[in-house]
């Protein structure tokens, strides 16, 4: 039977295959348990004690960040329009530098817990509440969702588990641990579920390269189009403008600002080590074009016949990732790439589990009743997470209603929420003259820009606009649009900001770059926080070099794939 024959069917887990997935949840129970045991304070369980080195940073941060729908949405856009969809991963490696090298120091060195109480010590209380309440309600109705979505979908196809069952057993078993041990057991479970998730990955990918015919015989085996990465500016999708000019606002909102990321580089034993935790995680983000990316190829090259395609395009690319999979893998290396997905699941969960309760607790709790004790504030973060667990659990039955188009969602709402946060921090460390009242003018313009795009695509939906002016908006990608809100908003904080008093300087010190020398005053803040460490020389020739070197790579393989 020709490859393109094949069928999508179940497969039956054998006896190795379970006892793979069963070693596996021992491994991730046995390393929360034992964190739970060691917990002891609000920086013990957010922050691990602020001890972690750059290894178990990195990936944390990668697994942090890849999830199923990673490996469902990239593998998808593979098949459907090729390797582009990877300039979100190879910007992401460059981005994660900016994070290391221009923001790490001033998270550090002024000793925040949560990226809104940075806000709340640049600006003001409001603008700390918006962060706060927008990345909660990001992390519920778009990461915990999709997670859970991607999930449900990859092991029903694969084997033919129930969606809603398999996504809540998932969602109780990461809550668990999570609730348990705090970010120390989730960073290191994200350790060995990176290890695991690379594993099954890169098996996978070897194995269908080697179908194939190899990477030569790939390349004649798709259109000629998939193998270049950069688009025209028309292109729907991924215009180069797009991707050069808008897809790094979304990548300093995600990656430089977002608490699931940041919180795993506070947790640093210093400020060394924090900034080679983002290079190796740099490093490991050039991987997922390869396996993850490039198996959508690879399935659409063998089984070109079960795709459908209209119009030119693909419609069901989400299909590929199962499809090889399912007629790839011999028992065995099925349990192991189960493994790797549910470890892709479950270290993505537990990090927004953790995330989200660190703000709840920090940014809400803590301001309610300042006088909380150490144990007070653990308890309630340890309750705020079985909150967040019991919303996930709500969401399963609606997790059906998500688009299919799963990777492109993902992008387009965050394209809705980066613009006026990235402007926030950019401008908030580069320029002092920047006050809270253009800071909050910014978000409040953004809020109302992404809302108002967010509610005409839904509405367009069932009921087209006539309106030029609506379908001017509705035409633009959503990469071009997050480019004009960064304008827009970056034009009304800077003029609400000269129209208004200028911030006192003395309140500057340690957070922004003209003030960077003044030593903060540790007495202002609230609860005990220890210093953090500077970086070291030898460290910091190290740093340097690895980054020359991400750079050098990140180029050469965008310059080959152009």
Same mark, same amino acid.
């Not at 887990?13 to 295959?17: F, V």
């Not at 020389?537 to 740093?543: A, E, R, T």
């Given at each position: 039977m020709p490859p393109s024959a094949v069928t999508l069917q179940h497969k039956t887990?054998?006896? /190795?295959?379970i006892g793979i997935i069963v070693v596996y949840f021992i491994l991730i129970f046995g390393i929360g348990y034992y964190f739970a045991r060691r917990e002891r304070s609000s920086e013990d369980y957010f922050l691990a004690g602020r001890n972690v080195g750059w290894f178990a940073i990195g990936a944390s941060l990668f697994v942090s960040n890849i999830s199923t729908e990673h490996f469902i949405g990239l593998a998808g856009s593979g098949a459907s329009t090729g390797l582009a969809v990877g300039h979100f991963e190879w910007l992401a490696c460059l981005i994660v530098l900016i994070l290391g090298w221009v923001f790490v120091p001033f998270y550090l060195r002024s000793n925040v817990f949560t990226m809104p109480e940075f806000l709340e010590r640049r600006f003001s209380r409001s603008c700390s509440v918006y962060l706060a309440g927008i990345s909660i309600l990001a992390y519920i109705f778009t990461k915990i969702s999709v997670h859970l979505y991607a999930a449900a979908v990859v092991l029903e196809k694969v084997v033919g588990w129930n969606p809603m069952t398999a996504a809540l057993i998932l969602i109780v078993v990461t809550g668990i641990y999570t609730i348990a041990g705090g970010l120390a057991a989730v960073i290191y479970t994200d350790l060995v579920q990176t290890i695991i998730l690379i594993i099954g990955a890169v098996i996978l990918t070897v194995i269908g390269l080697d179908k194939v015919g190899g990477f030569e015989a790939l390349r004649h085996a798709v259109p000629a189009n998939y193998m270049h990465m950069i688009k025209p500016m028309s292109d729907p999708d991924f215009p180069w403008t797009g991707i050069f000019f808008g897809a790094p606002i979304l990548g300093i909102w995600y990656w430089c600002t977002d608490q699931v990321i940041v919180q795993r580089v506070l947790s640093a034993k210093d400020e060394g080590h924090a900034k080679a935790g983002t290079i190796f995680a740099g490093f490991l983000k050039i991987l997922p074009v390869f396996i993850l990316v490039l198996p959508g190829l690879i399935a659409f090259a063998l089984y070109r016949d079960q795709f459908i395609v209209k119009n030119g395009a693909v419609t069901n690319g989400d299909i590929a990732y199962p499809m090889l999979i399912i007629n790839l893998l011999p028992a065995g290396l099925v349990g192991v790439m189960i493994a790797a997905l549910m470890a892709a699941l479950m270290g993505a969960m537990s990090s927004v589990f953790n995330s989200a309760s660190t703000l709840v607790t920090l940014d809400? !709790? #803590? #301001? /309610?009743?300042?006088d909380a004790t150490e144990r007070q504030l653990v308890t309630f973060g340890r309750y705020a997470t079985g909150i967040l667990v019991i919303l996930g659990i709500l969401w399963v039955p609606f997790i059906k209603y998500i688009s299919s188009q799963l990777y492109i969602y993902l992008q387009s709402v965050q394209a809705y929420i980066s613009p006026p946060i990235a402007v926030c921090f950019i401008f908030g460390i580069l320029w002092p003259r920047m006050n809270a009242k253009g800071a909050i003018s910014s978000l409040m313009t953004g809020f109302v820009m992404g809302t108002v795009r967010f509610v005409c695509e839904v509405l367009d939906k069932n009921h087209p606009f006539d309106s030029s002016a609506i379908r001017w908006l509705l035409a633009m990608n959503f990469l @071009? !649009?997050? /480019?004009?809100?960064? =304008? =827009?908003?970056?034009?009304?904080?800077v003029a609400v900001s000269l129209a208004t008093p200028a911030p006192e300087r003395s309140k500057l010190a340690g957070l922004t770059f003209a003030t960077a020398s003044a030593r903060l005053d540790m007495t202002a803040v609230p609860g005990h926080r220890v210093e953090i460490a500077p970086e070291s020389?030898?460290? @910091?020739?190290?740093?340097v070099a690895a980054s020359v070197l991400l750079v050098i790579t990140v180029v050469g393989l965008w310059i080959y794939f152009r």
């Open positions: 887990l054998e006896n /190795i295959d809400f !709790y #803590k #301001k /309610i009743k300042p @071009h !649009y997050a /480019i004009f809100m960064f =304008v =827009v908003c970056a034009t009304v904080m020389s030898l460290q @910091h020739n190290i740093n």
